[in-house]
């Protein structure tokens, strides 16, 4: 069980925006680690989208931006394209776990 | 390039033994913390394990004494090796990369391999 929670799905037309909220705890989030995100298309390795809380890695459009604050985060993805149908996923470090721990995953639908 | 190809996979009873392997090429093995994550087949992402420069281990709760991760610098190769295997350690296994750039979190993926575990 997942201690990073996700809405298991979220959904918008195209062109507009849509944002997934990641909770944690004082054991990850809460305790300063950072939150990353990560894009995953079907039968494909995840994608890293956002580092530290709010940087895109080079390539990543700026459609996609990120955030945090406390135990939460979010990514918002605005403009929608169809090409954005996805599962994502929010990652930090807990030190209970003394790992990496994920998110349980949120599944993009653009209608 | 810069990859990781991990191999191994297969089919294997319930108790039984198999080891993946995870070669990484295009960049220098020995300078990076390697993890292995896996992927129940429609599930999200669990980490399983991680070994440092030093060779020093961690294990997720589920595997631990189970699984024993290690790697040898020389033929650029991170390994796992599962044993007492169980039906909910089916999953595909995820071979990465720790960044430098980034922060504690995965900057390089393979491809994955998948591990079902039946009788």
């Known amino acids: 069980q997942s201690v990073l929670t996700q809405p298991p799905s979220v959904s918008g037309a195209p062109g507009q925006r849509v944002t997934i909220s990641c909770t944690g705890n004082?054991?990850?989030?809460?305790?300063?680690?950072?939150v990353h995100w990560y894009q995953q298309l079907p039968g494909t390795a995840p994608k890293l989208l956002i580092y530290?809380?709010?940087n895109r890695p080079s390539g990543v459009p700026e459609r996609f931006s990120g955030s945090k604050s406390a135990t939460s985060a979010s990514l918002a993805i605005t403009g929608l394209q169809a090409e954005d149908e996805a599962d994502y996923y929010c990652?930090?470090?807990?030190?209970?776990?003394?790992?990496?721990?994920f998110g349980g995953g949120t599944k993009l639908t653009v209608l | 390039e810069v990859q990781l190809v991990e191999s191994g996979g297969g089919l294997v009873q319930p108790g039984g033994s198999l080891r993946l392997s995870c070669v990484a090429s295009g960049f220098t093995f020995s300078h990076y913390w390697m993890h292995w994550v896996r992927q129940v087949p429609g599930k999200g992402l669990v980490w399983v394990s991680r070994i440092n420069t030093d060779e020093n281990p961690a294990y997720a709760d589920s595997v631990t004494g189970r699984f024993t991760i290690s790697r040898d610098n020389a033929k650029n190769t991170l390994y796992l090796q599962m044993t007492s295997l169980r039906a909910d350690d089916t999953a595909v296994y995820y071979c990465?990369?720790?960044?430098?750039?980034?922060?504690?979190?995965?900057?390089?993926w393979g491809q994955g391999v998948l591990v079902t575990v039946s009788s």
């Open positions: 530290g809380s709010s």
């Open positions: 990465t990369r720790e960044s430098h750039d980034y922060g504690d979190l995965p900057d390089l």
């Open positions: 990652q930090s470090y807990d030190n209970s776990l003394s790992g990496w721990m």
């Open positions: 004082n054991s990850n989030l809460g305790a300063g680690y950072d």
